[in-house]
């Protein structure tokens, strides 16, 4: 049986052990894929000592830089971006396992995001500094696109949402909520930018699947901008995830 998995603290927005799930059963492949709530990437040896038979595990916050020095190898993606969310295990005859870290969130969101660009030079505002953030920055300077970070913690290059101007949000036409703020069970919340600010020429891009409709995206849609959840971005990400692993199992 092929043994997959998602490390990550909370997981309850998570609908990865469904898509995947219901990948097996349709492809007819006997597999399992399930959620493992990890709250400190420093107990991620312990719980692979004790979940010997994974195949392979999708990563998320707030693990996906945090979980690095504990992997053998990274593809030449992850490096570049410094962040991981997936990885593959492999074992030799003698059972030693070799741990290799991938990023298949940045060309997911470049693939889900490229629809809505112009051929104009671009800006773009990027909410969060963790390792979601750095695979959309990847992704948007590859689009030839300038990237500013804002953070509730400003410095070295990062703007604080205090700063946040009408002005910036005016010369910046795409913003990309990559925290969790309006998460669910949280959904409440939104990022603080001046919302009032925005245009129908502004794309606002929530990675945040669940719920289907963040309040940043309903407060940013009433000012006419575009505006997209990750949903897209998710499965895009997953079916790389899922070949990455086929090649590892020797799979067709």
Not at 160 to 187: F, Q, R, W
């Amino acid at each position: 049986m092929i043994s997959l998995g998602l490390i990550g603290f909370p997981l309850g927005h998570s609908f990865s052990a469904s898509y995947f799930n219901n990948k097996f059963r349709r492809e007819g492949i006997a597999g399992e894929y399930r959620l493992y709530p990890l709250e400190s990437a420093e107990n991620f040896p312990d719980f692979l000592s004790l979940h010997s038979g994974l195949c392979g595990l999708n990563v998320t916050i707030p693990h996906k830089e945090s979980i690095m020095p504990f992997l053998d190898s990274l593809s030449e993606e992850a490096a570049a971006i410094g962040a991981v969310n997936v990885i593959s295990i492999r074992r030799d005859i003698q059972g030693n396992t070799r741990l290799t870290g991938h990023n298949t969130d940045w060309s997911a969101f470049r693939d889900s995001l490229s629809p809505l660009l112009g051929q104009e030079k671009r800006k773009a505002l990027v909410l969060g500094t963790g390792g979601a953030s750095k695979a959309v920055t990847y992704a948007l300077r590859s689009l030839d696109t300038d990237v500013t970070f804002v953070s509730r913690t400003p410095g070295n290059g990062i703007i604080g949402y205090e700063d946040l101007t009408a002005g910036l949000i005016c010369g910046h036409k795409i913003i990309v909520n990559t925290t969790p703020v309006g998460m669910h069970p949280s959904t409440e919340f939104c990022p603080p930018i001046p919302y009032d600010a925005l245009t129908p020429d502004h794309i606002c891009y929530d990675l945040i699947y669940n719920p289907e409709v963040t309040l940043f995206m309903k407060k940013s849609a009433e000012k006419g901008a575009v505006v997209k959840n990750g949903l897209e971005m998710l499965h895009r990400q997953a079916e790389s995830a899922w070949e990455i692993w086929k090649q590892d199992l020797g799979m067709p």
